[in-house]
């Protein structure tokens, strides 16, 4: 049982599109991995930068995790000015692992 030529070519287009498919959906970015990598990123970040932003502080963390295309979306309420009554939100999107030491990429948006 071979294939054509023509055959192998329409074989090899569906299996791309269906790798194509699983990597926009990427089911291994769970909720709790996602949520898990952004406190870290966060977490790391602050104390990086020297600055008094954190997420202790009331009706603060993460508020919500979305799907998003290669990955998904988290938002957390953080606050930077502990005198400061208001918190401060940020989506932060975590994707597929960049090819830099299998460490998912993480980007904040606002």
């Known amino acids: 049982m071979y294939l054509a030529i023509g055959e192998k070519f ?3 287009k569906i299996l791309v599109i269906l790798l194509l498919v699983l990597f926009v ?3 291994w970015t ?3 991995y996602a949520k898990g ?7 790391n970040r602050v104390e990086d930068s020297g600055s008094n932003c ?11 995790s979305k799907w ?15 005198g400061s009554e208001e918190n401060q939100t940020a ?3 975590v994707t597929i692992p960049s090819k830099k030491l299998g460490i998912p990429s ?3 948006t606002k």
């Open 106 to 108: 993480v980007t904040l």
């Open 30 to 32: 769970t909720d709790k």
């Open 10 to 12: 329409g074989v090899i």
């Open 25 to 27: 959906w990427s089911p």
């Open 91 to 93: 989506w932060i999107k």
């Open 54 to 64: 954190t997420l202790d502080c009331e009706d603060c963390g993460v508020k919500e």
């Open 37 to 43: 990598i952004v406190l870290k990123e966060f977490n």
């Open 68 to 82: 998003a295309i290669f990955g998904r979306s988290v938002r957390i309420e953080y606050r930077c000015d502990l």
